[in-house]
């Protein structure tokens, strides 16, 4: 049981250290945590399926931000396992460490071109994204060869 135990704090405090330099996610290290203002997320639609019968074909001009439903949820990093990604249905979404208090807001939404955009205060990330089942693959369109991959672990609260 000490055994566990040790090997849980080790985990524990390498997490924090990774955290603390970076440790090569895909956020940049911060000094201070920015004080994040509350704000009404934009009208949104989700990405259009095949029209029902009576309905207009989707139009990306006339329609504001789109929203995959599939990216609803909380996903967490395979390769840094304390971090984690939660986008929320309504366009807003948090990433990072929650249980050292680390984490960043952002808004989302998909492109005409059915990419993800994620707006943080700092930036605008681009990201080709694929889903299979509970896997979810970020490619950065900024960045080559900046590839993240995730698991689902299941529905956000919001």
């Known amino acids: 049981m000490k055994k566990i135990l040790a090997f849980l704090l080790a985990m524990l405090l390498l997490t924090g250290l990774l955290a603390g330099c970076g440790g090569g996610d895909d956020t940049p290290a911060e000094t201070a945590e920015p004080e994040v203002e509350e704000t009404e997320a934009p009208e949104v639609e989700t990405i259009p ?41 309504d366009g807003t979404g948090n990433r990072g460490v929650p249980l050292l208090e680390d984490v960043i807001e952002f ?12 707006e943080t205060e700092e930036m605008a990330e681009r990201w080709d994204y694929d889903i299979d089942v509970d896997a979810l693959t970020l490619t950065s369109r900024q960045v080559s060869g900046t590839q993240y991959s995730y698991t689902r672990l299941g529905m956000s609260a919001r």
């Open 49 to 89: 399926g095949e029209p029902e019968e009576g309905e207009e074909e989707y139009d990306p001009e006339e329609a504001g931000p789109m929203l995959d439903p599939r990216l609803v949820g909380v996903w967490l990093w395979d390769e840094h396992g304390a971090y984690e990604y939660n986008f929320f249905a």
């Open 107 to 118: 808004t989302w939404f998909i492109t005409e071109a059915l990419y993800l955009v994620i």
